[in-house]
């Protein structure tokens, strides 16, 4: 709390002082709790305006194009950082020393399995469901493994569902995969990197030797970092509120993956891929340039422009870094990646695109990524929660650490029906 203060006069003559928070970094926010003493609240639809919290993990200049975790550039984690040294950073404040690490990714190591019973759960689901639906509920089922060991309000408790959590998301995607296409699950191998675990878990079968190809590891790294955490969004605020109640962490976390499951959040680079499938090829990109550019048409450009970036999102720089070298290792040239390049050439160029900061974003580069590493579009958003989990939990972890567990209760504006008359239906 800062010594500024904010004075709010109405035009019935009403006056409130209101005190003024400022961050380490950004912007100021004023504190509205005094309002509803008074019979007032504040409206903000979509919360774009509103701090529902105070945190030390991300920080985020949409307009500067900056992108920080507990301080450090994103660039520099990605391009430098293994997933599990960010996820050290993300939960406990501080990159870890080699002896924290070497414990850390030992821990980490022995909770990679999960529970056999787990895997039957998974029959209960259609064989065409969709994985992000598979994964939204066998994460919350999760929840009926580790119940009654559970104490929230010990901190221990919370480092080891911390630790769980990160350690067993791989395995319940990669399980998400192998159900969807008949497959039988591949049991985690724990000599190997945590994004080569997951690609091995994905992709090896019983039949054949499996070899993790470098070049792939780490871009599947690069994106795991990327996607790590980025602040308040819909399904990190999602998670927040249901932990809010002292809910169960696990189902925290599949509320989470519920709220990223949309088009507009998590499953963008599944629509990104949908909508390059859709051009087909580079000779009808003018047609949809056209279409884009036309107030009065629906379609939407997917994977430019950012809720956030009004700038080139910084994520997207080393998304597009490892798309180049991901496409040049596998020497793909198909028409898809060929339309996605023209793509992200005309928006770097077009005056269109420029003045209106619509610069191709993480979620198109890691779409096309994926696409050529074999990963079916379904299965996009899966990856994103895995990746995102460590974020989810770290915010959950924050709220019991920093002691701010108050249940969120959103107020409204009512523009409903005044009070009527019941009568009784006529006979």
């Known amino acids: 709390m800062s010594n500024l203060t904010a004075k709010l006069t109405l035009s019935d003559g009403r006056e409130f002082?209101?005190?003024?928070?400022?961050?380490?970094?950004?912007?100021?926010?004023?504190?509205?709790?005094?309002?509803?003493?008074?019979?007032?609240?504040?409206?903000?639809?979509?919360?774009?305006?509103?701090?529902?919290?105070?945190?030390?993990i991300t920080y985020i200049d949409g307009d500067k194009g900056i992108?920080?975790?507990?301080?450090?550039?994103?660039?520099?984690?990605?391009?430098?950082?293994?997933?599990?040294?960010?996820?050290?950073?993300?939960?406990?404040?501080?990159?870890?020393?080699q002896k924290d690490y070497n414990e850390f990714t030992q821990v980490i190591r022995q909770h990679t399995l999960v529970h056999e019973q787990l895997s039957r759960f998974f029959h209960g689901f259609r064989r065409d469901s969709h994985p992000m639906a598979v994964m939204c509920g066998v994460s919350g089922?999760?929840?009926?493994?580790?119940?009654?060991?559970?104490d929230v309000s010990d901190e221990e408790h919370r480092n080891l569902t911390a630790l769980r959590l990160l350690a067993k998301m791989p395995t319940l995607a990669a399980m998400c995969y192998k159900y969807s296409i008949g497959h039988?699950?591949?049991?985690?191998?724990?000599?190997?990197?945590?994004?080569?675990?997951?690609?091995?878990?994905?992709?090896?079968?019983?039949?054949?030797?499996?070899?993790v190809n470098p070049v792939l590891e780490k871009a599947m790294t690069r994106i795991f970092i990327l996607h790590a955490d980025h602040e308040q969004n819909a399904s990190t605020s999602t998670v927040?509120?249901?932990?809010?109640?002292?809910?169960?962490?696990?189902?925290?976390?599949a509320a989470g993956i519920a709220s990223l499951w949309g088009p507009t959040?998590?499953?963008?680079?599944?629509?990104?891929?949908?909508?390059?499938?859709?051009?087909?090829?580079?000779?009808?990109?003018?047609?949809?340039?056209?279409?884009?550019?036309?107030?009065?048409?629906?379609?939407?450009?997917?994977?430019?422009?950012?809720?956030?970036?009004?700038?080139?999102?910084?994520?997207a720089k080393v998304m597009r870094e490892t798309c180049h070298e991901v496409l040049q290792e596998l020497g793909i040239k198909t028409q898809l990646l060929k339309v996605a390049m023209e793509l992200e050439r005309i928006a770097l160029t077009d005056e269109y695109f420029i003045e209106r900061n619509l610069?191709?974003?993480?979620?198109?580069?890691?779409?096309?990524?994926?696409?050529?590493?074999?990963?079916?579009?379904?299965?996009?958003?899966?990856i994103f929660a895995l990746a995102r989990t460590v974020g989810w939990i770290a915010h959950w972890k924050e709220m019991y650490d920093f002691g701010t567990l108050k249940i969120v209760r959103p107020r409204q504006v009512y523009t409903g029906h005044t009070q009527r008359e019941f009568n009784q239906l006529a006979e």
């Open 184 to 211: 039988p699950f591949m049991f985690p191998q724990n000599h190997l990197s945590y994004a080569g675990n997951f690609l091995y878990m994905m992709f090896a079968t019983p039949c054949e030797p499996y070899q």
């Open 240 to 253: 927040r509120t249901a932990a809010s109640s002292g809910s169960n962490p696990f189902a925290c976390i």
């Open 67 to 97: 992108l920080l975790h507990r301080g450090y550039p994103i660039h520099d984690l990605a391009m430098n950082a293994d997933y599990l040294e960010v996820a050290y950073l993300l939960l406990y404040g501080e990159r870890p020393d």
């Open 141 to 150: 089922a999760l929840a009926a493994f580790y119940h009654n060991v559970l």
């Open 265 to 315: 959040h998590g499953g963008a680079n599944e629509a990104c891929i949908k909508m390059l499938e859709e051009i087909g090829s580079v000779d009808r990109i003018p047609e949809f340039i056209e279409k884009a550019k036309d107030k009065n048409d629906p379609f939407r450009l997917m994977g430019f422009g950012h809720r956030v970036y009004k700038n080139y999102d910084p994520r």
């Open 17 to 56: 002082d209101l005190p003024v928070h400022q961050g380490s970094l950004g912007y100021d926010a004023i504190d509205v709790q005094e309002l509803s003493k008074n019979h007032l609240f504040t409206f903000d639809p979509g919360l774009m305006s509103t701090a529902m919290c105070r945190s030390e």
């Open 359 to 382: 610069y191709p974003n993480v979620d198109f580069y890691s779409g096309i990524i994926l696409k050529a590493i074999g990963i079916p579009v379904s299965m996009f958003t899966v």
